[in-house]
């Protein structure tokens, strides 16, 4: 049975365009070790708690994404919002990019945010501590910043299968990606395009997913001519 994941494709503006931010796994991980990857992972059972719940403003949870099942059965409320509580934690343990605001709505940046750094390694072996931390801080999850892209499902041979959910989002402004050093070596901000072309060469190895993403921004780039009418368009 494939585990349910969610990844999050953080894009920003540049003068060549659109970049996107991707990761370099570890080559010695089991799965898709060595590979540049998309921030993700898969949902724990905290991300469905009440105390992971109550970081989610109630204005979000009503215009949540709608997301179904591999049948097109409209998966629950709570489920949806696990998911992308499950994307913002993640994103925060691999790269120190918090998707969270305070209760004015203004950005966690600054002395804050490199404060919380200390806690991602804990985070990332008790995700219950995400909630803790954010109840702490008084911040809420912002997850009216993700755009729901794609579902991918790992192949029923595959030894490890995942059930995943990809969103897109705008880059916070003044924050900066800082790598775990564990799960992730190396990361790099890149247009898709140039990224297409490092994998044509292999100098670059990416899953099929990310691959097919990495296609599909793209050319949604550049029918939309501009990050923010993509998010807009899209969403």
Request: with cysteine.
């Amino acid at each position: 049975t494939p585990r349910q994941a969610a990844t999050v494709i953080l894009l920003r503006e540049a003068s060549c365009g659109v970049e996107v931010l991707v990761i370099r796994r570890h080559k010695d991980l089991a799965f898709l070790g060595g590979m540049w990857v998309f921030p993700g992972g898969a949902l724990a059972p905290a991300d469905s708690s009440p105390e992971t719940l109550a970081r989610i403003p109630q204005h979000s949870r009503m215009r949540c994404a709608r997301l179904s099942d591999d049948r097109g059965r409209p998966l629950e409320v709570e489920q949806r919002l696990a998911l992308m509580a499950a994307a913002c934690r993640e994103t925060f343990e691999e790269t120190g990019l918090l998707l969270a605001t305070h209760a004015d709505g203004s950005h966690c940046e600054g002395d804050l945010l490199l404060r919380l750094q200390a806690q991602r390694s804990a985070i990332a072996s008790q995700p219950e501590r995400f909630a803790e931390l954010l109840a702490q801080e008084s911040l809420q999850l912002e997850v009216d910043r993700l755009v729901y892209w794609a579902h991918w499902i790992t192949p029923s041979p595959a030894p490890r299968r995942f059930d995943t959910r990809f969103f897109v989002a705008a880059m916070p402004q003044r924050q900066d990606a800082i790598i775990d050093a564990t799960e992730a070596v190396e990361h790099v901000w890149i247009t898709p395009g140039a990224l297409i072309e490092a994998i044509r060469e292999r100098r670059m190895s990416v899953s099929p997913p990310t691959l097919y993403n990495l296609m599909e921004l793209d050319a949604t780039w550049r029918r939309h001519g501009s990050l923010q009418a993509m998010l807009a368009g899209e969403a």
